[in-house]
């Protein structure tokens, strides 16, 4: 526990809180796209985003109050949020369609 106090205890200037930020996003954004493959990667990435944005206001909320956010700007957090959630569900989507295509069997050619 002293760790989430360490993150959410008014957390400025942020040296705890941006790092868990932006590594919470990046590991469930992977996971997000990965598991729910018939979404969007752009889709993805904005609902896991969201998420992520919305776990760490409520938990600075509960840490530190209402106005808890101010240390880091609920602007600049959801800012951070988006940069890493948009490119990491495109990397993500990119790289498992190449690895599908390399594991499909090759098609057979026609006889001249």
Do not use: C, E, K
Not at 19 to 43: E, G, K, S, Y
Not at 72 to 101: D, E, K
């Amino acid at each position: 526990m002293d760790w989430f106090a360490s993150v959410f205890y008014y957390p400025y200037p942020a040296y705890n809180l941006m790092p868990a930020v932006l590594w919470t996003t990046f590991v469930f954004t992977t996971a997000f796209t990965l598991i729910v493959r018939r979404m969007a990667w752009a889709a993805a990435a904005f609902w896991a985003g969201l998420i992520v944005l919305a776990f760490f206001s409520v938990m600075l909320t509960l840490y530190n109050g209402v106005r808890s956010t101010a240390a880091i700007g609920g602007m600049f957090m959801i800012a951070y949020v988006s940069i890493v959630a948009f490119p990491t569900a495109g990397i993500v989507r990119v790289v498992t369609s190449l690895v599908r295509r390399l594991r499909q069997p090759p098609r057979p050619t026609q006889p001249g």
